[in-house]
């Protein structure tokens, strides 16, 4: 099982860019489906997250308002939009899976409940 990620590149502060997410042999219908970021010296920090089963979003404050969590009606992909980027966007994102209560482990701790991981997409936010 491969969670397959495209997008990510390098864009200017104030720009956009758009990642998605496609399991290789599933569906997201009953997965939380999600998104993390690494920068360099930094910990793994949740971005965003999906409810597969009712379409719930949670964002990180530090996203709220310019970054925007879908998925497709048939839940074979999930898009990450990230609108007006920051500097300090930049980082490698990856996507993750899991069936977990997203209501009890919240954004902040459902690393822990992720079984399936992409293998990232660097963006970076430079001018």
């Known amino acids: 099982v491969q969670l397959v990620e495209s997008g990510g590149g390098l864009v200017q502060p104030g720009g956009s860019l758009r990642l998605s997410c496609a399991p290789s042999e599933f569906t997201f219908d009953y997965y939380v489906i999600a998104w993390f970021r690494q920068a360099p010296g930094k910990e793994r920090e949740g971005v965003s997250c999906?409810?597969?089963?009712?379409?719930?979003?949670y964002y990180a404050d530090s996203v709220k308002g310019r970054f925007t969590i879908s998925s497709s009606f048939a839940g074979s992909t999930t898009t990450l939009q990230m609108n007006s980027l920051k500097p300090e966007d930049t980082a490698v994102y990856y996507c993750?899976?899991?069936?977990?209560?997203?209501?009890?482990?919240?954004?902040?701790?459902?690393?822990?409940?992720?079984?399936?991981w992409g293998r990232g997409a660097l963006v970076t936010v430079s001018s």
């Open positions: 993750a899976a899991g069936v977990i209560d997203i209501s009890q482990y919240g954004l902040g701790s459902a690393i822990y409940g992720m079984e399936y």
């Open positions: 999906l409810s597969g089963s009712d379409g719930t979003t």
